[in-house]
Nanobody, 116 residues
Framework: QVQLVESGGGTVQAGGSLRLSCVASGNFFTMYSMAWYRQAPGKQRELVSSVARGGHTNYADSVKGRFTVSRDNARNTMYLQMNTLEPEDTGMYFC??????????WGQGTQVTVSS
């Protein structure tokens, strides 16, 4: 059963923008804080941003001021607006519950490639 589907990635030049979407199936989405993670080649998966049920947000220092996370609980969807992209933002982006003890099976992710 597919539970998390990410989309919206692509290849952009440095300084460009992308908007990622994460659609969750099942009834867990509205219960938990959700998060975006990314994994660059040869590196561990890292948390990029999270949004609580009520909308409170957190960001990794590397993306503060450039990325904006949001969620639509009625649509079981989370978004990540990424502006002023940098080559260091390149990686596969995934969504999941923020609390790793509650992680659902990972989706396919969506690839973001930023060229310099």
């Amino acid at each position: 059963q597919v539970q998390l589907v990410e989309s919206g990635g692509g290849t952009v030049q440095a300084g460009g923008s992308l908007r990622l979407s994460c659609v969750a199936s099942g009834n867990f989405f509205t219960m938990y804080s959700m998060a975006w993670y990314r994994q660059a080649p040869g590196k561990q998966r890292e948390l990029v941003s999270s949004v609580a049920r009520g909308g409170h947000t957190n960001y990794a220092d590397s993306v503060k001021g450039r990325f904006t996370v949001s969620r639509d609980n009625a649509r079981n969807t989370m978004y990540l607006q990424m502006n002023t992209l940098e080559p260091e933002d390149t990686g596969m982006y995934f969504c999941n519950i923020e609390n790793q003890r509650l992680w659902r099976p990972w989706g396919q992710g969506t690839q973001v490639t930023v060229s310099s």
